[in-house]
């Protein structure tokens, strides 16, 4: 029984919380988070969904995301997120998003990381990942054309692999 934390349409902490699945009233949003972990070679970390997890069953997605869970800040679920589903440690308590999308019921925060790792360290939840494996910014959206990815905007998948050295939208 997930619990979440509702905020105004402005992102300020409401007193009041919902079990996932509630309904919500049209001034009520939550908080969702998204890591997108890139190599130093500048491919990205991606997750293949399980075929018995509800939406986008067997589909392939960024490195992680999920709901916020009440009394995290995004840092925390980000970080909660992360290890749960991959099993790795990260500590984004010293960072900020790269940025915010607003969906039509909560805030979507992406989290743009560089880190190397061994794929063979990976500690996958079963519930929820059923493989993993690095991808180019090509690989990605030849998999969304495929119609297997998460139908994100491509925009969105070239965004990430060029905004993940900087904050802003902005070159420098």
Same mark, same amino acid.
């Given at each position: ?53 509800? @939406? ?49 019921? @909560? ?55 060029? @905004? ?9």
């Amino acid at each position: 029984m997930e619990k979440w934390d509702l905020y105004d349409k402005h992102r300020n902490k409401v007193q009041k919380q919902i079990t996932r699945g509630d309904e919500m009233t049209s001034d009520e949003f939550h908080l969702v988070v998204h890591v997108c972990i890139f190599n130093s070679k500048g491919e990205m970390l991606i997750q293949q969904r399980q075929p018995f997890k509800q @939406g986008w069953a067997n589909l392939w997605d960024i490195t992680c995301g999920g709901s916020a869970v009440a009394g995290d800040t995004s840092q925390q679920a980000a970080s909660r997120e992360l290890f749960e589903e991959l099993g790795i440690h990260y500590n984004f308590e010293k960072i900020r998003p790269q940025f915010t999308i607003n969906f039509e019921r @909560g805030f979507d925060d992406y989290y743009l990381i560089e880190y190397d790792f061994d794929l063979n360290e990976l500690a996958l939840q079963t519930e929820e990942v059923q493989a993993a494996k690095w991808a180019s910014k090509e690989e990605i959206l030849e998999l969304i054309k495929l119609k297997k990815f998460i139908p994100y905007y491509e925009s969105i998948i070239a965004f990430l692999f060029e @905004g993940r050295h900087h904050y802003g939208s902005i070159r420098s």
